[in-house]
């Protein structure tokens, strides 16, 4: 069964300091996809990057940036200069390929960021 | 850029009353999903839909969820009789194929009193 564990409950920072968010995950399956959405005080999921398991780049967009390792199952997101509008919590979650028809996505626990001014 | 829609966003009802939450999914998507967040808690899976039927469901979804696709647009999440614990925010999504563009509404927090 798959499982994604985040470590941190809660990070709290001052603004314009770098905040990094970890990420460990389980899987069986060689194919995968890991997501991170943002959930902010008004409660919605905002989707921020989708990554499949053969692709193992880091990627940066804008302030934010992504490290994946397969080797140790992590799939870190870092926050650069962090403003107070970051403030929210942040999930990990991975989808299983060749699953039944729509592959569930499972979450981990999250990691409430509080970015202060 | 599309939106997946739901409807309501809040809703209170009394223990034991049905429930439905609706959803409208991204018109070209196929894969349609509902999860669910007890407050202060992860998101959990409850069921998929693909192809006018459950692809897969979770050990949340007992006998008292359904859910259904009734026209071409909508698709729905019913609680047969909700009881307190079903209090959550309810989210809808929708995939193309399952994995691109796995998109989820804003929400609908259902609260039993």
């Known amino acids: 069964a798959q499982k994604v564990t985040q470590a941190q409950t809660e990070i709290s920072v001052v603004e314009k300091e770098d905040v990094t968010l970890d990420c460990v995950y389980e899987?069986?399956?060689?194919?995968?996809?890991l997501f991170w959405y943002k959930q902010p005080p008004s409660g919605e999921l905002v989707f921020l990057i989708r990554r499949n398991s053969f692709d193992e780049q880091n990627e940066i967009s804008g302030r934010y940036s992504w490290n994946f390792q397969k080797s140790t199952s992590s799939f870190n997101f870092t926050i650069t200069a962090s403003q107070v509008v970051d403030s929210a919590v942040y999930f990990c979650a991975l989808s299983e390929v060749g699953g039944a028809a729509g592959n569930k996505l499972t979450f981990g626990g999250g990691t409430r960021v509080l970015v202060k001014p | 850029e599309p939106e997946v829609t739901q409807t309501p966003s809040h809703q209170v009802t009394q223990m034991g009353q049905e429930v439905i939450l609706r959803c409208v999914p991204i018109?070209?998507?196929?894969?349609f999903y509902w999860y669910r967040q007890i407050l202060g808690q992860k998101v959990e899976f409850l069921v998929s839909?693909?192809?006018?039927?459950?692809?897969?469901k979770s050990e949340i979804f007992d006998d008292q969820f359904s859910v259904e696709r009734p026209d071409g647009s909508n698709f729905t999440l019913k609680i047969r009789s909700t009881k307190l614990e079903d209090s959550a925010m309810y989210f809808c999504a929708s995939t193309r194929d399952g994995f691109y563009g796995y998109t989820f509404g804003s929400g609908t927090r259902l609260t039993v009193v």
């Open positions: 018109s070209n998507h196929l894969y």
């Open positions: 899987t069986r399956d060689t194919t995968y996809y």
């Open positions: 839909f693909y192809n006018n039927e459950i692809s897969e």
